[in-house]
T-cell receptor, first 110, second 109 residues
Framework: SQTIHQWPATLVQPVGSPLSLECTVE??????LYWYRQAAGRGLQLLFY??????ISSEVPQNLSASRPQDRQFILSSKKLLLSDSGFYLC?????????FGQGTRLTVV | KNEVEQSPQNLTAQEGEFITINCSYS?????LHWLQQHPGGGIVSLFM???GKKKHGRLIATINIQEKHSSLHITASHPRDSAVYIC???????????FGQGTRLTINP
């Protein structure tokens, strides 16, 4: 069966520190992968999506970057976090029009 | 422009009421998803539709391709149905999902 793993579930990081959130997918190959962010009280905003290894599309200019080193691995990173990076980050994958979502990471930058 | 609009943004109802949440989109789609997000933040996929109607327990999802509109219905609503319901659309020829802003549903006992 198809599953998606995202970690950590919660994270508190100081301003200026680096970030690495990892998402891995099982039970499928060549999925479309997504990173979304949800600020408090707001809807989901697409940050990055990937249709293949090494192929990353950025939706909004920001302090974050994404990488896809393997077919089923998607990583969200930052070299130096800002207070405005706080929020709920969600990884998702889509394959043959079915969509699956990770449990999310609640990031608080202090 | 590929857009997704949900209504209402917020909905409060009493336990047992019939609930309807609406989603409209701008151009042709290949799939539409209804998602549920609980206060903890995790998202669960409820339905994936490309035509017609689907039912799972007390939840019913319908889509009208000609009118570019979908509805999510909850029968005999219960406080545990309280969550944010999100419509997400995969537009034809597009590579990514586009999300509505969500509908915050609160069911009071």
């Amino acid at each position: 069966s198809q599953t998606i793993h995202q970690w950590p579930a919660t994270l508190v990081q100081p301003v200026g520190s680096p970030l690495s959130l990892e998402c891995t997918v099982e039970g499928t190959s060549n999925p479309n992968l997504y990173w979304y962010r949800q600020a408090a009280g707001r809807g989901l905003q697409l940050l990055f999506y990937s249709v293949g290894i090494g192929q990353i599309s950025s939706e909004v200019p920001q302090n974050l970057s994404a990488s896809r080193p393997q077919d089923r691995q998607f990583i969200l990173s930052s070299k130096k976090l800002l207070l405005s990076d706080s929020g709920f980050y969600l990884c998702a994958f889509e394959r043959n029009t079915e969509a699956f979502f990770g449990q999310g990471t609640r990031l608080t930058v202090v | 422009k590929n857009e997704v609009e949900q209504s209402p943004q917020n909905l409060t109802a009493q336990e047992g009421e019939f609930i309807t949440i609406n989603c409209s989109y701008s151009v042709g789609i290949s799939a539409l998803h209804w998602l549920q997000q609980h206060p903890g933040g995790g998202i669960v996929s409820l339905f994936m539709l490309s035509s017609g109607k689907k039912k799972h327990g007390r939840l019913i999802a319908t889509i009208n391709i000609q009118e570019k509109h979908s509805s999510l219905h909850i029968t005999a609503s219960h406080p545990r149905d309280s969550a944010v319901y999100i419509c997400a659309v995969h537009f034809q020829g597009a590579q990514k999902l586009v999300f509505g802003q969500g509908t915050r549903l609160t069911i009071n006992p």
